[in-house]
Each structure stands twice: as C-alpha cells, then as structure tokens.
C-alpha cells in the first residue's frame, strides 16, 4: 500500500469517527430534550395534583364549615322546639287555670243570686 492510501483509510476512518461522534452527540442532545420534556410534564403534573390536593383540602374545609353551621342550626331548632314545647305548656297552665277561675266565678255569681235574686237581674239587664 503506497501513503496516499493510508492517508485515504485514515481520513476515511477519521471521518467515519467523526460521523459517529456526532451522532453520538446529536443523540445525546435528543435524549437531554426528551428527558427536560418529561421532567417539564412531571413538574406540570406535580403542580396541577397539589392544585387539586389543595382544591380538595378547601373543599374538605367548606364541608365541615357547613356541618357545623347544620348542627349548630339543628341545635337552635332544638332549643326552640323545646321552648315552643314549654310555652305550649305553660299556655295549657294558664287557660286551665282561666277556666278553673271562670268555674269559681260561676259558683260565686250563682252563690250570689241565691241571696239576692234582683241584683243579679239588673247586673245582666246592665249588660
């Protein structure tokens, strides 16, 4: 083999390195976008479950905001009930007590008339 070939396979393989070595490199560059892209969609992805997870946790609260508020709200209608209860009691006292008071008023009135017949009369023609 005479130097000019030599000097071709050398080049010839130098080029084939080279070739190979960019390759490599332009390899390693799409990999490196790949791998940024997938670490981009991961970031977005972590972001958008702690939005949710925080959307949930809101929510969570505003239910046991408007738990308590139906609990203290069933706890005032209770009382209310239970004062309702004790007034309509309270009111069934009373008109008993109106009517025994009507009743004694009848007895006395009739009690009266028993002695003083004419007095009665002219209280009712008063009337």
Do not use: I, M, P
């Given at each position: 083999m005479d130097t000019a070939t030599i000097v071709w396979i050398v080049v010839a393989a130098l080029v084939v390195i080279a070739l190979v070595a960019l390759a490599i490199v332009f390899a390693r560059m799409i990999n490196a976008r790949k791998?940024?892209?997938?670490?981009?969609?991961?970031?977005?992805?972590?972001?958008?479950?702690?939005?949710?997870?925080?959307?949930a946790q809101q929510r969570d609260a505003d239910a046991a905001e408007t738990e308590a508020r139906a609990i203290r709200r069933e706890a005032d209608a209770d009382a209310l009930r239970a004062q309702?209860?004790?007034?309509r009691a309270a009111a069934k006292e009373q008109s008993a007590q109106a009517d025994a008071e009507r009743r004694a008023a009848a007895e006395k009135e009739a009690a009266a008339s028993k002695f003083d017949p004419a007095k009665h009369r002219r209280d009712d023609n008063r009337g």
């Open positions: 791998q940024e892209r997938r670490r981009s969609e991961a970031v977005k992805q972590h972001n958008e479950a702690s939005d949710r997870a925080a959307y309702a209860d004790r007034d």
